[in-house]
Nanobody, 130 residues
Framework: QVQLVESGGGSVQPGGSLRLSCEVSGISLDWIGIGWFRQAPGKEREGVSCFSASAGTTYYEDSVKGRVSISRDSAKNTLYLQMSSLKPEDTAKYYC???????????????????????WGEGTLVTVSS
């Protein structure tokens, strides 16, 4: 059974930093598509970042490019999202999602919407406010 458990959310002031974690069980990080998505109150879910195992490439959405980076710890089977220079508009619930299809993140529509992701965590809330 595949499970994704996010942690690390919280409240931070504008300009601050947070690191989110996604602990994965039941599937190896080594050959999957995996990424972060977020959903703000009253808004649709949107992509943040997506790692394509088949391409060996990490994609970042324009809204966060230059301010976030993802990393993977294969030994811990954990994905991280390091966020800095946070803005109030980054306030959202952040979800980790994964798929056994390593090609999913190669497609922009999938990266932006989460389409094609098979497994989702419960999310962790990030609030950016002064």
């Amino acid at each position: 059974q595949v499970q994704l458990v996010e942690s690390g959310g919280g409240s931070v002031q504008p300009g601050g930093s947070l690191r989110l974690s996604c602990e994965v069980s039941g599937i190896s990080l080594d050959w999957i598509g995996i990424g972060w998505f977020r959903q703000a109150p009253g808004k649709e879910r949107e992509g943040v970042s997506c790692f394509s195992a088949s391409a060996g490439t990490t994609y970042y959405e324009d809204s966060v490019k230059g301010r976030v980076s993802i990393s993977r710890d294969s030994a811990k089977n954990t994905l991280y999202l390091q966020m800095s220079s946070l803005k109030p508009e980054d306030t959202a619930k952040y979800y980790c999602a994964a798929t056994q299809n390593p090609n999913v993140c190669n497609y922009q529509l999938n990266r932006r919407t989460g389409h094609g992701m098979d497994y989702w965590g419960e999310g962790t809330l990030v609030t950016v406010s002064s």
